[in-house]
T-cell receptor
Framework: KQEVTQIPAALSVPEGENLVLNCSFTDSAIYNLQWFRQDPGKGLTSLLL?????REQTSGRLNASLDKSSGRSTLYIAASQPGDSATYLC????????????????FGKGTLLTVNP | DTEVTQTPKHLVMGMTNKKSLKCEQHMGHRAMYWYKQKAKKPPELMFVYSYEKLSINESVPSRFSPECPNSSLLNLHLHALQPEDSALYLC??????????????FGSGTRLTVV
């Protein structure tokens, strides 16, 4: 059974700081890994998607890396801003049991990020 | 259109009521999902529809009844819910093309309160 762990559970930083969020997963047979952002009481916003064959993806101040063999991904946020405050969720997509016709997205518990002005 | 639209945004219902949640996407995605999320917890998968057919039911109680009338629309019918069913209900869709997966797109959710 796939298990996803995110460290730290909560992080508070001053504005402008660079930071790293960590995600680890137990089964390396993943299809892809997706990082999401969630504001309180809101839906999930996709930040970055890394295919299993890729090592990293970048979007603006965000950079996500993937080391499938070691079961790890990191989300790097450069020059953090108060507007970055949210919960960040890591999710891995794995193959299902029916010949791969059904997939499952397994989430970590998230990292609650607070960026202080 | 790159969005998943959920209605209503908020819903308060009594335990004897019948209500429905609606989810719509026009991205041509052929897989649609219902997730339930309790406060400070990650989303939990409830149902998966693939090509308009129910492919996964994660042992969800029968008081939740999903329906996929067409490839763009997903409903969740609610009946005789319990207060512990109060949560944020999220809809998502995804599409794979050949060897490329474009990830999941989530809606903004329906905040359900059962009184």
């Amino acid at each position: 059974k796939q298990e996803v762990t995110q460290i730290p559970a909560a992080l508070s930083v001053p504005e402008g700081e660079n930071l790293v969020l960590n995600c680890s997963f137990t089964d390396s047979a993943i299809y892809n890994l997706q990082w999401f952002r969630q504001d309180p009481g809101k839906g999930l916003t996709s930040l970055l998607l890394i295919q299993s064959s890729q090592r990293e993806q970048t979007s603006g101040r965000l950079n996500a890396s993937l080391d499938k063999s070691s079961g790890r991904s990191t989300l790097y946020i450069a020059a953090s801003q108060p507007g970055d405050s949210a919960t960040y969720l890591c999710a891995v997509k794995t193959y299902g049991n029916s010949g791969g016709s059904n997939y499952k997205l397994t989430f970590g518990k998230g990292t609650l990020l607070t960026v202080n002005p | 259109d790159t969005e998943v639209t959920q209605t209503p945004k908020h819903l308060v219902m009594g335990m004897t009521n019948k209500k429905s949640l609606k989810c719509e996407q026009h991205m041509g995605h052929r897989a649609m999902y219902w997730y339930k999320q309790k406060a400070k917890k990650p989303p939990e998968l409830m149902f998966v529809y693939s090509y308009e057919k129910l492919s996964i039911n994660e042992s969800v109680p029968s008081r939740f009844s999903p329906e996929c009338p067409n490839s763009s629309l997903l409903n969740l019918h609610l009946h005789a819910l319990q207060p512990e069913d109060s949560a944020l209900y999220l809809c998502a869709s995804s599409q794979e093309s050949g060897n490329r997966d474009y990830g999941y797109t989530f809606g903004s959710g329906t905040r359900l309160t059962v009184v």
